[in-house]
């Protein structure tokens, strides 16, 4: 079993910026890619930005590249999005990620064996 406990979340001025944590427990976190994805009110979950087990690799959603930032420290068992230029339409329900499996991504909902409780972060305009 893995667990995810998400911190970070609030309330953010459009144009602000946010940090988001998600301390992982249970297996060996170093072999998980991690992801986070996001819920707003009567809206689909959707994904939001992933990072590689070693942290060299990164996707994100078009809607957030260049504005959000996953990065990963394995000494500290957390991953992180750094969320800068913060928009109205970026309020939602944050929800860290693991797959099902070591060594496999996170490439969508059905990927996603564990889930933490999600952290609510409103960007007002």
């Known amino acids: 079993q893995v667990q995810l406990v998400e911190s970070g979340g609030g309330l953010v001025q459009a144009g602000g910026s946010l940090r988001l944590s998600c301390v992982a427990s249970?297996?060996?976190?170093?072999?998980?890619?991690m992801g986070w994805f996001r819920q707003a009110p009567g809206k689909e979950r959707e994904f939001v930005a992933q990072?590689?087990?070693?942290?060299?690799?990164?996707y994100y959603a078009d809607s957030v590249r260049g504005r959000f930032t996953i990065s990963r420290d394995n000494a500290k068992n957390t991953v992180y999005l750094q969320m800068n230029s913060l928009k109205p339409e970026d309020t939602a329900v944050y929800y860290c990620?693991?797959?099902?499996?070591?060594?496999?991504?996170?490439?969508?909902?059905?990927?996603?064996?564990?889930w933490g409780q999600g952290t609510q972060v409103t960007v007002s305009s």
């Open positions: 990620a693991a797959p099902h499996q070591p060594w496999t991504y996170v490439a969508g909902l059905s990927s996603v064996g564990y």
């Open positions: 249970g297996r060996t976190f170093s072999a998980y890619a």
């Open positions: 990072i590689n087990w070693s942290g060299g690799n990164k």
